[in-house]
């Protein structure tokens, strides 16, 4: 093998290489769910993107020779910091071929950046935050990643382990079947009892996204999302831009039937935000470098608007206000993802990710029939010299 390399990206040419680099280490996978090019340029441009308004990410490239063996990225992110009360840097984009040397060099990359950064340690792998991409895949392979999670093969959590890296978190998925529910009549005996006590009190109206209002709606889901996650694991909130981003990405792909609203006397106490699972048209589509764009999304339109190759749904995200929990409010949607699911024809619903410690959580969804499928880990390391 010839001599590694492992040199910071100082240009486009650098950042297009990170972005087409996966399509080396996955070739022949056949789980891994390409992203479209546009998308990934657009996430790591500083003028499109604004993470970047409170971070900074500095990329690296491995090579041997003139082959690229290799990426990661390093960053930080200055509002989780604040926010969180601690002093850690990130690392991400780590995709390496089945190379133990480089993918050694690459964590030691991110790990230099962010001591010289000043952090006294580094937590990953993640895309720039709990609210984006992220965790490290540790069981659960032989699966297509649903929407907006996150796929690796199996020996990267090795090389994160032999790096001295613990966990930090787990993050489970659930799955559960939606055709069961349909067989056995609804949903466990136990949840129905909830629902009837919560709809006999008759404080709560449960109803779906109005796409004529969707700005709007979008506002008032941002106050609910960042009060009802507050006290999570790693959370940081989404400043107004970063929120108005992802409205602008959802709102070409939500079903608006798949989206629960529960009110009380006409102001928003819960949403649960559930996402048709376009990985899998995704998948059959195939973008790939050097394949023109618009025949890509061609392709994509057929197989999911002709073909109906959505088989799955994600529940994405679901907040109560932190007054309201307890109360049956989470019951509610679940019932009307249920509902909704059915009627549109779906058969599997995974409910991701969920933090390993969130016990409120965790129960609720076993109540509801979930059985943990998927395991997705952040790792953390202390750094030594850090200011």
């Given at each position: 093998?010839?001599?590694?390399?492992?040199?910071?990206?100082?240009?486009?040419?650098?950042?297009?290489?990170?972005?087409?680099?996966?399509?080396?280490?996955?070739?022949?996978?056949?789980?891994?769910?390409?992203?479209?090019?546009?998308?990934?340029?657009?996430?790591?441009?500083?003028?499109?993107?604004?993470?970047?308004?409170?971070?900074?990410?500095?990329?690296?490239?491995?090579?041997?020779?003139?082959?690229?063996?290799?990426?990661?990225?390093?960053?930080?992110?200055?509002?989780?910091?604040?926010?969180?009360?601690?002093?850690?840097g990130w690392l991400g984009f780590f995709e390496v071929l089945d190379d133990p040397?480089?993918?050694?060099?690459?964590?030691?990359?991110?790990?230099?950046?962010?001591?010289?950064?000043?952090?006294?340690?580094?937590?990953?792998?993640?895309?720039?935050?709990?609210?984006?991409?992220?965790?490290?895949?540790?069981?659960?392979?032989?699966?297509?990643?649903?929407?907006?999670?996150?796929?690796?093969?199996?020996?990267?959590?090795?090389?994160?382990?032999?790096?001295?890296?613990?966990?930090?978190?787990?993050?489970?998925?659930?799955?559960?079947?939606?055709?069961?529910?349909?067989?056995?009549?609804?949903?466990?005996?136990?949840?129905?009892?909830?629902?009837?006590?919560?709809?006999?009190?008759?404080?709560?109206?449960?109803?779906?996204?109005?796409?004529?209002?969707?700005?709007?709606?979008?506002?008032?889901?941002?106050?609910?999302?960042?009060?009802?996650?507050?006290?999570?694991?790693?959370?940081?909130?989404?400043?107004?831009?970063?929120?108005?981003?992802?409205?602008?990405?959802?709102?070409?792909?939500?079903?608006?039937?798949?989206?629960?609203?529960?009110?009380?006397?006409?102001?928003?106490?819960?949403?649960?935000?559930?996402?048709?699972?376009?990985?899998?048209?995704?998948?059959?589509?195939?973008?790939?470098?050097?394949?023109?764009?618009?025949?890509?999304?061609?392709?994509?339109?057929?197989?999911?608007?002709?073909?109906?190759?959505?088989?799955?749904?994600?529940?994405?995200?679901?907040?109560?206000?932190?007054?309201?929990?307890?109360?049956?409010?989470?019951?509610?949607?679940?019932?009307?993802?249920?509902?909704?699911?059915?009627?549109?024809?779906?058969?599997?619903?995974?409910?991701?990710?969920?933090?390993?410690?969130?016990?409120?959580?965790?129960?609720?969804?076993?109540?509801?029939?979930?059985?943990?499928?998927?395991?997705?880990?952040?790792?953390?390391?202390?750094?030594?010299?850090?200011?």
């Amino acid at each position: 093998m010839s001599n590694l390399t492992i040199l910071p990206v100082q240009d486009d040419g650098g950042v297009q290489a990170v972005i087409e680099f996966p399509w080396e280490v996955y070739r022949g996978d056949a789980y891994w769910v390409p992203p479209l090019i546009s998308e990934r340029q657009a996430f790591l441009d500083p003028k499109r993107n604004p993470f970047f308004q409170h971070g900074r990410l500095q990329l690296y490239l491995a090579r041997r020779g003139d082959r690229v063996v290799g990426t990661i990225g390093a960053f930080t992110n200055d509002l989780f910091n604040q926010f969180q009360e601690t002093n850690s840097g990130w690392l991400g984009f780590f995709e390496v071929l089945d190379d133990p040397e480089a993918a050694a060099g690459l964590l030691q990359a991110a790990e230099g950046w962010a001591r010289t950064a000043g952090h006294r340690s580094i937590l990953g792998p993640a895309q720039f935050s709990t609210n984006d991409e992220v965790g490290l895949l540790v069981d659960g392979y032989d699966d297509l990643p649903r929407i907006l999670m996150t796929y690796n093969p199996r020996r990267y959590l090795g090389y994160f382990q032999a790096a001295g890296y613990a966990k930090a978190m787990d993050l489970w998925a659930y799955s559960t079947s939606l055709t069961k529910f349909k067989q056995s009549g609804g949903l466990p005996p136990k949840l129905g009892r909830v629902l009837d006590k919560v709809r006999a009190r008759d404080r709560f109206h449960v109803r779906s996204l109005d796409m004529r209002r969707y700005d709007e709606e979008v506002e008032r889901v941002k106050r609910v999302y960042n009060n009802s996650w507050a006290r999570n694991w790693g959370f940081v909130p989404m400043t107004d831009a970063e929120f108005d981003r992802m409205g602008e990405q959802m709102k070409s792909i939500i079903d608006p039937d798949l989206v629960t609203i529960v009110e009380m006397e006409g102001e928003m106490v819960g949403f649960g935000l559930t996402l048709p699972d376009l990985n899998e048209p995704l998948h059959g589509a195939y973008p790939r470098p050097g394949t023109p764009e618009a025949w890509t999304f061609l392709k994509l339109l057929w197989n999911w608007k002709v073909r109906r190759k959505v088989s799955w749904i994600r529940v994405f995200a679901l907040g109560v206000l932190p007054e309201f929990r307890g109360q049956g409010v989470d019951a509610l949607m679940y019932q009307a993802t249920v509902d909704a699911g059915l009627r549109k024809g779906y058969e599997n619903v995974e409910m991701s990710w969920i933090l390993e410690n969130n016990d409120m959580m965790n129960r609720a969804i076993r109540l509801f029939g979930g059985e943990i499928y998927k395991t997705y880990r952040v790792y953390e390391k202390t750094l030594g010299g850090a200011g």
